[in-house]
Nanobody, 124 residues
Framework: QVQLVETGGGLVQAGGSLRLSCAASGRTFSSYAMGWFRQAPGKEREFVAA????????SYADSVKGRFTISRDNAKNTAYLQMNSLKPEDTAVYYC?????????????????WGQGTQVTVSS
């Protein structure tokens, strides 16, 4: 069982940056692949980024590639999402997710554990 808590959301102007953190409980964080998803009002939840359990491989949605960076610190049981050059269309609730395994997964149905979400609002 893994519990996830996201922090770091907030209000930022377009072009600004935020770093989201996802703190995980448990002693086997390094066995879990991590993902970030987001859901804007009236839209379906969508994939943002994912990282394998070791941190050696990542994947990004085309809409954030080159602007967002996913990383993890297994010693701190924490995953991160660094978001730069933010746009109003990045406004959403951001969720981190976890699943056992060593690969990178892009579908939300492939994840077993979810955080409560953190709001990111980008003003124009």
């Amino acid at each position: 069982q893994v519990q996830l808590v996201e922090t770091g959301g907030g209000l930022v102007q377009a072009g600004g940056s935020l770093r989201l953190s996802c703190a995980a409980s448990g002693r086997t964080f390094s066995s879990y692949a991590m993902g970030w998803f987001r859901q804007a009002p009236g839209k379906e939840r969508e994939f943002v980024a994912a990282i394998r359990s070791s941190g050696g491989s990542t994947s990004y949605a085309d809409s954030v590639k080159g602007r967002f960076t996913i990383s993890r610190d297994n010693a701190k049981n924490t995953a991160y999402l660094q978001m730069n050059s933010l746009k109003p269309e990045d406004t959403a609730v951001y969720y981190c997710a976890a699943r056992l395994g060593t690969l990178v997964w892009r579908l939300d149905s492939e994840y077993d554990y979810w955080g409560q979400g953190t709001q990111v609002t980008v003003s124009s």
